[in-house]
Protein backbone atom coordinates (compact mmCIF):
# COMPACT_ATOMS: atom_id res chain seq x y z
CA UNK A 1 0.00 0.00 0.00
CA UNK A 2 1.21 3.15 -1.29
CA UNK A 3 1.92 5.50 1.82
CA UNK A 4 1.03 9.06 0.66
CA UNK A 5 1.57 10.58 3.73
CA UNK A 6 5.31 10.16 3.42
CA UNK A 7 5.09 10.72 0.09
CA UNK A 8 3.53 14.00 0.42
CA UNK A 9 6.23 15.16 3.20
CA UNK A 10 9.17 13.46 1.56
CA UNK A 11 8.29 15.35 -1.49
CA UNK A 12 8.30 19.05 0.19
CA UNK A 13 11.30 18.24 2.11
CA UNK A 14 13.51 17.89 -1.17
CA UNK A 15 11.67 20.35 -2.75
CA UNK A 16 12.53 22.56 -0.03
CA UNK A 17 16.49 21.71 0.04
CA UNK A 18 16.68 21.21 -3.69
CA UNK A 19 14.97 25.12 -4.08
CA UNK A 20 14.09 25.13 -7.94
CA UNK A 21 13.31 28.83 -7.35
CA UNK A 22 16.11 30.01 -5.61
CA UNK A 23 18.37 27.62 -8.51
CA UNK A 24 16.52 29.45 -11.59
CA UNK A 25 18.09 32.68 -11.50
CA UNK A 26 21.79 31.14 -10.73
CA UNK A 27 21.29 28.66 -13.47
CA UNK A 28 20.28 31.86 -15.55
CA UNK A 29 23.33 33.33 -14.49
CA UNK A 30 25.33 30.55 -15.77
CA UNK A 31 24.23 29.92 -19.02
CA UNK A 32 24.01 33.40 -19.47
CA UNK A 33 24.46 34.38 -23.55
CA UNK A 34 23.96 30.46 -24.78
CA UNK A 35 21.64 29.49 -27.06
CA UNK A 36 17.90 28.14 -26.16
CA UNK A 37 19.11 24.56 -27.53
CA UNK A 38 22.32 24.81 -25.66
CA UNK A 39 20.91 25.97 -21.63
CA UNK A 40 18.51 23.31 -22.45
CA UNK A 41 21.13 20.92 -22.55
CA UNK A 42 22.97 21.73 -19.96
CA UNK A 43 19.83 21.88 -17.69
CA UNK A 44 18.91 18.34 -18.36
CA UNK A 45 22.21 17.41 -18.26
CA UNK A 46 23.08 19.02 -14.63
CA UNK A 47 19.22 17.29 -13.74
CA UNK A 48 20.26 13.52 -15.33
CA UNK A 49 23.47 14.03 -13.41
CA UNK A 50 22.09 15.38 -9.62
CA UNK A 51 19.76 12.40 -10.62
CA UNK A 52 22.11 9.43 -10.49
CA UNK A 53 24.01 10.90 -7.23
CA UNK A 54 21.25 11.27 -5.08
CA UNK A 55 19.94 7.58 -6.31
CA UNK A 56 23.51 5.88 -5.53
CA UNK A 57 23.36 7.67 -1.53
CA UNK A 58 19.63 6.48 -1.14
CA UNK A 59 20.79 3.03 -2.47
CA UNK A 60 24.11 2.78 -0.41
CA UNK A 61 24.20 5.61 1.94
CA UNK A 62 22.88 3.79 4.90
CA UNK A 63 25.22 0.97 3.98
CA UNK A 64 28.33 3.24 4.24
CA UNK A 65 27.11 4.56 7.19
CA UNK A 66 26.95 1.64 9.25
CA UNK A 67 30.31 0.64 7.99
CA UNK A 68 31.89 3.18 9.78
CA UNK A 69 29.69 2.89 12.92
CA UNK A 70 27.21 5.74 12.66
CA UNK A 71 23.70 5.06 13.41
CA UNK A 72 20.45 6.42 11.66
CA UNK A 73 19.28 8.26 14.87
CA UNK A 74 22.85 10.04 14.91
CA UNK A 75 22.45 10.75 11.06
CA UNK A 76 18.92 12.20 11.86
CA UNK A 77 20.04 14.65 13.95
CA UNK A 78 22.93 15.54 12.58
CA UNK A 79 21.95 15.86 9.14
CA UNK A 80 17.97 17.94 10.72
CA UNK A 81 20.96 20.43 12.19
CA UNK A 82 22.54 20.76 8.94
CA UNK A 83 18.74 21.71 6.93
CA UNK A 84 18.30 24.06 10.18
CA UNK A 85 21.18 25.69 9.18
CA UNK A 86 20.40 25.51 5.31
CA UNK A 87 17.20 26.90 6.42
CA UNK A 88 18.44 30.07 8.16
CA UNK A 89 20.98 30.79 5.04
CA UNK A 90 17.55 30.72 2.92
CA UNK A 91 15.51 33.22 5.38
CA UNK A 92 19.03 35.36 5.45
CA UNK A 93 20.08 35.10 2.05
CA UNK A 94 23.00 33.83 2.52
CA UNK A 95 22.44 30.67 0.96
CA UNK A 96 22.00 32.84 -2.50
CA UNK A 97 24.96 34.82 -2.67
CA UNK A 98 27.09 31.72 -1.91
CA UNK A 99 25.06 29.61 -4.72
CA UNK A 100 26.15 32.89 -7.03
CA UNK A 101 29.58 32.95 -5.55
CA UNK A 102 30.28 29.57 -6.88
CA UNK A 103 28.51 29.83 -10.17
CA UNK A 104 30.41 32.92 -10.64
CA UNK A 105 34.34 31.63 -9.74
CA UNK A 106 34.51 29.00 -12.23
CA UNK A 107 34.69 30.19 -15.66
CA UNK A 108 33.95 27.48 -17.73
CA UNK A 109 32.20 26.55 -20.68
CA UNK A 110 30.30 23.78 -19.27
CA UNK A 111 28.64 24.22 -15.89
CA UNK A 112 26.31 20.93 -15.98
CA UNK A 113 28.45 18.82 -13.98
CA UNK A 114 30.13 21.28 -11.22
CA UNK A 115 28.91 23.76 -10.04
CA UNK A 116 25.07 22.66 -11.37
CA UNK A 117 24.48 19.04 -10.37
CA UNK A 118 26.88 19.37 -7.73
CA UNK A 119 27.20 21.30 -5.30
CA UNK A 120 24.18 23.44 -6.23
CA UNK A 121 21.56 20.36 -6.63
CA UNK A 122 23.09 17.13 -5.47
CA UNK A 123 24.56 19.13 -1.97
CA UNK A 124 25.16 18.16 1.32
CA UNK A 125 21.87 19.06 2.03
CA UNK A 126 19.69 16.70 -0.51
CA UNK A 127 22.04 14.13 0.09
CA UNK A 128 21.06 14.02 3.38
CA UNK A 129 18.14 14.15 2.67
CA UNK A 130 17.86 11.11 0.46
CA UNK A 131 19.58 8.97 3.03
CA UNK A 132 17.40 10.12 5.86
CA UNK A 133 13.98 9.04 3.78
CA UNK A 134 15.79 6.08 2.71
CA UNK A 135 16.40 4.94 6.14
CA UNK A 136 12.85 5.93 7.42
CA UNK A 137 11.23 3.22 4.81
CA UNK A 138 14.29 0.33 4.52
CA UNK A 139 13.39 -2.29 1.90
CA UNK A 140 12.37 -2.20 -1.98
CA UNK A 141 9.48 -0.06 -1.68
CA UNK A 142 10.72 2.30 0.23
CA UNK A 143 13.92 2.83 -1.56
CA UNK A 144 11.10 3.22 -4.95
CA UNK A 145 9.00 5.87 -3.15
CA UNK A 146 12.24 7.60 -2.11
CA UNK A 147 13.40 7.68 -5.91
CA UNK A 148 9.99 8.09 -7.37
CA UNK A 149 9.78 11.42 -4.89
CA UNK A 150 13.42 12.76 -6.28
CA UNK A 151 12.73 12.29 -9.93
CA UNK A 152 9.46 14.16 -9.59
CA UNK A 153 11.37 17.15 -7.56
CA UNK A 154 14.25 16.79 -10.45
CA UNK A 155 11.18 16.78 -12.98
CA UNK A 156 9.89 20.55 -11.68
CA UNK A 157 13.56 21.79 -11.70
CA UNK A 158 13.47 20.96 -15.52
CA UNK A 159 10.90 22.50 -16.10
CA UNK A 160 11.49 25.51 -14.25
CA UNK A 161 15.18 25.50 -16.21
CA UNK A 162 13.80 25.33 -19.43
CA UNK A 163 10.82 28.11 -18.50
CA UNK A 164 13.52 30.17 -16.55
CA UNK A 165 13.53 33.34 -18.94
CA UNK A 166 9.46 33.24 -18.09
CA UNK A 167 9.98 32.92 -14.52
CA UNK A 168 12.71 35.62 -14.23
CA UNK A 169 10.45 38.03 -15.72
CA UNK A 170 7.53 37.14 -13.77
CA UNK A 171 8.73 36.54 -10.30
CA UNK A 172 11.51 39.55 -10.66
CA UNK A 173 14.24 39.63 -7.95
CA UNK A 174 11.61 40.38 -5.09
CA UNK A 175 9.42 37.41 -5.82
CA UNK A 176 11.92 34.98 -5.60
CA UNK A 177 13.22 36.31 -2.05
CA UNK A 178 9.91 36.26 -0.49
CA UNK A 179 9.58 32.62 -1.81
CA UNK A 180 12.77 31.57 -0.49
CA UNK A 181 12.46 33.01 2.66
CA UNK A 182 8.46 31.03 2.95
CA UNK A 183 10.36 27.79 1.65
CA UNK A 184 13.03 28.75 4.09
CA UNK A 185 10.45 28.62 6.98
CA UNK A 186 8.98 25.80 6.14
CA UNK A 187 12.52 23.92 5.72
CA UNK A 188 13.24 25.10 9.30
CA UNK A 189 9.97 23.28 10.85
CA UNK A 190 10.95 19.87 8.99
CA UNK A 191 14.90 19.93 10.15
CA UNK A 192 12.98 20.23 13.80
CA UNK A 193 11.08 17.39 13.26
CA UNK A 194 14.23 15.17 11.62
CA UNK A 195 16.22 16.32 14.96
CA UNK A 196 13.29 15.10 17.38
CA UNK A 197 12.72 11.70 15.34
CA UNK A 198 16.07 10.88 16.08
CA UNK A 199 16.66 12.18 19.19
CA UNK A 200 13.12 9.67 20.13
CA UNK A 201 15.24 6.54 18.55
CA UNK A 202 17.42 7.21 21.54
CA UNK A 203 15.12 7.80 23.42
CA UNK A 204 15.01 11.19 24.79
CA UNK A 205 12.10 12.56 23.61
CA UNK A 206 8.05 11.00 23.66
Known amino acids: MIDTAFLI ?3 VTLFVIVDPIGLTPVFLALTQGMSPARRRSVGLRS ?3 AAGLLALFAAFGEAVLGFVGISMAAFRV ?3 ALLFLTALDMLFERRT ?7 SD ?3 DDPSVFPM ?3 LIAGPGSIATVILLAG ?3 GIEGFAMVITVMLAVLAVLVVMFLASGLFERMLGKTGINVITRLLGMLLAALSVQFILDGLKDFGFAG
Do not use: L, N, V, Y
Not at 97 to 103: A, H, I, P, S, T
Open 47 to 49: CFT
Open 117 to 119: AMP
Open 136 to 138: QRP
Open 97 to 103: KRRQDQG
Open 78 to 80: AGG
Open 9 to 11: TSF
Open 106 to 108: DDI
